[in-house]
């Protein structure tokens, strides 16, 4: 695992081989960088990273600019390793442990970018209730978009604020913004690298 670009472009970080995890790919991650280059300015961004592993989209906004990141994560060892790792490379992030749709009922505060990677076999109806208890708990700032990770098996564009999607190999981003509604276009992408 790698980071992609910002201050620490390059640097690679082991995880425990033994995290219950499936990391967003390096390809994966630079498409969806890519696509957050042309939305936003990371620098003072507020992030929220649910069912984070091991801190893999966390650190790359970190690397970025992004002072303000919380990862949340129900398993200790994923936890115990962001902060260490958030320790030694300086980073702001808060890493709390927590089941994500509890996390996302009792919080009060409000993100420019939620990212959510759930894992790939959770039923349709949970991915559901993740975007749906997002937006009825107002977390998601105003100009903000939410992005979540899953495989083609799920289908997320029936959602409210669904906005577009892009799909690189077997991962599908699925992008969800306030100020869009499921009239606009829907943008697919085969994530072939240039």
Sequence with gaps: MRIISGKFKGRRISPPRNLPVRPTTDMSKEALFNVL?????????????????????????????????????????????????????????????????????????????IFADPPYAFEQKIFDAIVLSVFENDLLEEDGMMIIEHSKYTKLDHLIHFSFKKSYGGSIFSFFEINKNQEDEIIEDDGEEE
Excluded at 80 to 97: G, M, P, R
């Design 37 to 113: 280059n042309n939305h936003f300015d990371f620098n003072g961004l507020k992030v929220l990273d649910l069912f984070s592993g091991t801190g893999n989209i966390s650190y790359e906004f970190a690397s970025r600019g992004s002072d303000n990141i919380t990862s949340i994560d129900g398993d200790f060892g994923c936890v115990k390793f962001i902060k260490q790792t958030a320790s030694e490379y300086d980073f702001n992030i808060a890493a709390i442990k927590s089941d994500v749709l509890k996390y996302i009922e009792k919080c009060k505060a409000k993100y420019n970018i």
